[in-house]
């Protein structure tokens, strides 16, 4: 896991914190405007070539359609149908290599393009997770606003007020560019919640709490950086369910614990309270 130190220090960079439903708190580093430069820059020459190349096989093809178009008019039919035709499947193609290029790629590689992928940025939803279709679309179809009036004038000048460097698509859509994997170090720690502290009572930390851990001293360092590693990945959508389910398995019988439910959310509560139960006892040594 890397952390926010790790960040290209030529590029302005702030932490972005999210909190999840376990009041666990991770911090991401926000992609500053010289990296999203960098990807836009980048993605930009990937569109161009794919539109040179669209124009040359439109050429290629309208000089069959023009050949085609004399015979038809020496038989006395009307050929501009045709021509009508081509021109109108050459302005969708425009619009779909040029919108469907970010919602392609978006979708497929979990909020990266090409450029992004290159520039080390990726986009995730405010919440840390992985953008689904509606958010890849809707922050996609903003895109033309930010373009205006030209050369994504408007959308830098949000950008740059932004502390987040969130353009009109990101707010739209709910997202924001942070650095691929570039998080700081996550507070396991699982505060009370706001009824429990009215009561005077501590939550139960998801069916097993720091003090059902049992031989808790068996855990290593590695392993704790692993689970850490795991909780951050499944946040963001990107763990194998099946794997934490081992994990949680595999560190259980290590401590000697209960075994965890079979589902992926047990699994997720179980490493919770493990994580939890060795950062309190790390902090008490």
Known sequence: MKNLSDAPSLVDQSEYIISTPENVTFGYA???LGSRFIAALIDAALIAGLLLLLNFLLTVFMGWVVDASIALTAAED???WAVGLVLAVYALLNFAIFWGYYLVFE???QGQTPGKRLAGIRVVRLDGGVPGFLEVAIRNLVRIVDFLPFAYALGFVVMFLSRQSRRLGDYAAGTLV?????TSQPDLFVRPSARASRQGESPPLAGNSASEIPNLRRLTGDEYQ???TVLERQMRG???PALMLRLAQAIATRLEAPLPGSTSRDAQRFLYAVAEAYRRAADQS
């Open 30 to 32: 926000v992609a500053g």
């Open 78 to 80: 009307d050929p501009g």
């Open 107 to 109: 979708l497929g590689w």
């Open 178 to 182: 942070v650095y691929e994997g570039m």
């Open 226 to 228: 692993l689970i850490c």
């Open 238 to 240: 990107q763990a194998d």
